[in-house]
């Protein structure tokens, strides 16, 4: 083969390279066209798909938020204001207790108005929960966490009464009050036999009790007047109707005849504490309202509380409520 046929065929070689090149360039490019476009039409989907999403997460967040503000708000109301109530009747029963002089000693109102008073105070927020826990099935509270947590607050508060067993195996105290012959033991030794909290079925009845239905279905917690007329004929031998059980925890009360009932209220007054705190600031966190513990503490020493018995109260409510909300709120 001459050199000129060689030449030629370089030549036709070197374009049939150039040719394959071109076909390759242009049939990748069109392929990569391809799967830009492909991809840009995911993206696309995708980003609809996304903003769908967000748009249903918005609208039922809206919903959610103005069936809270509906159904939960105004009882939200009433129960802080009867927290308050609640606060100062602890209080009430502490100064009491400690009273040490006839002039002391009169200061605060005897008879059926006393006996019906504090068990209609110390009832009350359990019944404004009682409503609030029939208004949630409207109501999402994860829309707002300032009211979940206050949620959580509560229900571990007003339950704190049907806890006395737990009461008082936390703070070690010898408690059989359902032994055969306590009626003539409770007289004796009220500390260990006589009934210092509720069965929760008795419990649910005597907060029931402070429920009234209206004809429109909806339900209101009875003035303290309407109370007192229902408590007014129970007599002192009546433990067992839901208002007789209520009467009976509470009457001829003192801190020292009564230790698993007084460690009941201060382990409760330490979370309506923090419901109050949790209320006021709109806070949703947890930490933030453990903190407020110290306030805790002093309120507990205005009470007349030993510094002993206020570090175990501070160590049962850790323990035993605050793990409880921390498990289910999930805020460390």
Known sequence: MSEDDLKILGAIAAAVAAVIVAVLSAALGFLSTRANQRDLEQ??????????????????????????????????????????????????????????????EGMHPQGNYFRAARVYHLLAPAAYFKIMQSRLTLVDLGASKPSYLQYLLAKEACAMLAYDREIASSYKLVY??????????????????????????????????????????????????????????????????????????????????????????????????????????????????VDQMPHVEARLAALGVSPELIQQTIEVVKAGPIATIRASHGDA
């Open 43 to 104: 993206l696309k989907a995708r980003l609809t798909e996304d903003k769908g999403e967000s748009d249903a997460r918005r609208v039922y967040t809206y919903e959610a938020l103005k069936r809270l503000y509906a159904q939960y708000e105004p009882i939200r109301f009433h129960l802080v204001e009867s927290v308050e109530a609640a606060q100062r009747t602890i209080s009430d029963l502490a100064e009491l207790a400690s009273a040490k002089t006839p002039e002391s």
């Open 176 to 289: 059989t009050p359902y032994v055969p012959g306590w009626r003539e033991l409770r007289q004796d030794n009220p500390a260990r036999y006589r009934r210092q909290g509720f069965a929760f079925g008795r419990y649910d009845n005597a907060v029931c009790s402070l429920v009234a239905r209206l004809e429109d279905g909806t339900q209101r917690v009875l003035s303290f007047g309407d109370f007192e007329t229902l408590a007014k004929d129970i007599e002192k031998t009546d433990y067992s109707s839901p208002i007789g059980a209520a009467l009976d925890l509470f009457d001829d009360f003192r801190p020292d005849s009564r230790p698993v009932l007084w460690r009941s209220l201060l382990v409760q007054s330490c979370l309506y504490q923090l419901l109050l705190y949790a209320a006021r600031s709109g806070s949703s966190s947890l930490k933030d309202v």
